[in-house]
């Protein structure tokens, strides 16, 4: 491990000026912080709009061909408030500028959102006096879209081997051909975990408006208490079911490669936030670490007598959905039941020709689909060697007069998902965190 810090900073941290100062001083007060990357400006209060998603309205507008001017010019004035305010000499209306222009020329979107990114990195490294390198030399991605970590780690290892200090933008990338390439939304905490790994970062450091990861979303119950330690492993289970701190491909890049992440809060820097790393050495006794949940999906319950010695049962169905391309979330099964959990977005028409299918070729003794459902997943490393914790859950869940449509314990034993009518959600998750945690 090298004495090099990477860290990355999320959108809350750079909504105006007042933020990138947070932020300047969190950088300057740890010399070992050689690397930073950055998201687009984020929402500075409620009413305010993240810059990524006015660029998103930008390009729908154009689509639409529809003046876009109002949106670009929302959009132009946050990024002058920060140079503004921060009296640094870059003359943002030049980029900005090129921007507009090249819209009127036909942008892709990828190009046009990603542009949220590039002018705060532009921005970051004149504050910081820091080197800029642009993610799209650095952050290759292959002919089909898909990050391409190979190509991506010898290039970026040369370049950065040249820069002692450099901010970067997160959240895109370029193809072989030049294209401007976008990982999905929150993508920048992948930039950041790529970066960590390539200079062999001793910690990646993940800097957002939390002081680190809280036992539930806070916006579901009020001061969820925080995880001073987690996994990566119950932690992916976490970030894969909804909670939104970290991209959930932001922690494989630096898990096989044991850099520990540190969620920390640019506005409380002296909290130490959240550490996640491979070995469990905590000493508490708390059975769950945490609570996330999604919400939209459609769960086909499929119950055939004897269902487990009929060969190839479960596969007809899964041979099904693969001819309609549909992806599963979950197969939880019993002895006689099988139900297949597939999200809404999946399935948009599909789901009445699928349904017949499985009748016609399964022949099932009673086949029921519920719509609108959530998925609530509660993660715990101590689970697994506990007796009662789904009693436990679904005494909470059943005192609360809720409906549990589906369990499923999983393999990895560490993750309980329960499947509750998506308006039980928020109720669900509230029971399952008082019963664990206490009122
Ligand atoms: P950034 O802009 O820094 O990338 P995000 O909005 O992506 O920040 O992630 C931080 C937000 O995640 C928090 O403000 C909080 O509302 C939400 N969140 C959801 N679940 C959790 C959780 N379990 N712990 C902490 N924050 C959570
Ligand atoms: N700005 C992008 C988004 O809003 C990427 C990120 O914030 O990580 O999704
Ligand atoms: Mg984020």
């Excluded at 689509?63 to 000499?89: C, T, W």
């Excluded at 004149?126 to 879209?145: R, T």
């Amino acid at each position: 491990m090298t004495e090099i810090k990477v860290a990355k900073f999320g959108g809350t941290s750079l909504a105006n000026s007042n933020q990138f100062r947070k932020v300047g001083a969190v950088v300057e007060a740890d010399k070992d912080r050689r690397y930073v990357i950055v998201s687009a400006p984020g929402k500075g209060h409620s009413d305010e709009n993240k810059v990524t998603d006015l660029l998103y309205l930008c390009h729908a507008h154009i689509n639409y061909s529809v003046p876009f001017d109002q949106v670009f010019d929302i959009i132009s004035n946050r990024y002058l408030e920060i140079v503004n305010g921060l009296k640094i000499d870059l003359d943002i209306r030049v980029y900005l500028d090129e921007i507009k222009e090249s819209i009127s020329k036909g942008v892709s979107v990828d190009y046009l959102v990603s542009r949220g990114e590039y002018l705060n990195a532009l921005i970051m490294a004149k504050f910081l006096n820091y080197d800029f390198i642009d993610a799209k030399e650095v952050i290759c991605f292959d002919k089909s879209g898909s990050l391409d970590m190979v190509r991506t780690e010898e290039v970026l290892s040369k370049r950065l081997s040249k820069h002692n200090r450099a901010v970067i933008p997160g959240f895109y990338g370029s193809t072989l051909d030049g294209k401007i390439k976008t990982f999905s939304r929150g993508g920048s905490d992948i930039t950041g975990a790529i970066v960590a790994r390539v200079v062999q970062a001793e910690v990646y450091e993940n800097w957002t408006d939390v002081s680190g990861f809280l036992m539930t979303d806070p916006r579901i119950v009020e001061n969820p208490r925080p995880i001073e330690k987690i996994t990566y492993r119950e932690l992916r289970e976490l970030s894969y079911m909804g909670a939104s701190v970290l991209h959930e491909e932001a922690i494989l890049p630096v898990r096989n490669v044991d850099i520990p992440i540190n969620i920390r809060n640019t506005n409380e820097p002296d909290n130490p936030g959240t550490m996640i790393n491979s070995v469990d050495d905590r000493k508490n006794d708390n059975i769950i670490t945490g609570i996330a949940g999604k919400r939209d999906f459609t769960v086909i319950a499929v119950h055939k007598n004897h269902m487990n010695s009929e060969v190839g049962f479960i596969r007809k169905i899964l041979l099904i959905l693969e001819i309609h391309n549909i992806t599963i979330e979950h197969v939880p099964s019993g002895i006689d039941t099988v139900s297949i959990v597939i999200s809404n977005s999946q399935l948009d028409s599909k789901l009445d020709l699928i349904v017949e299918e499985i009748e016609k070729q399964c022949n099932p003794d009673s086949l029921n689909v519920y719509r609108n459902m959530a998925l609530i997943a509660t993660v715990g490393n101590n689970m697994a060697h506990t007796p009662g914790i789904a009693a436990k859950l679904f005494t909470a869940l059943g005192n609360e007069g809720i409906n549990i449509r589906m369990i499923d314990q999983g393999s990895s034993e560490i993750n309980i998902i329960t499947g509750v009518e998506d308006k039980d959600f928020e109720k669900a998750i509230k029971a399952i965190y008082n019963a664990f945690v206490g009122e």
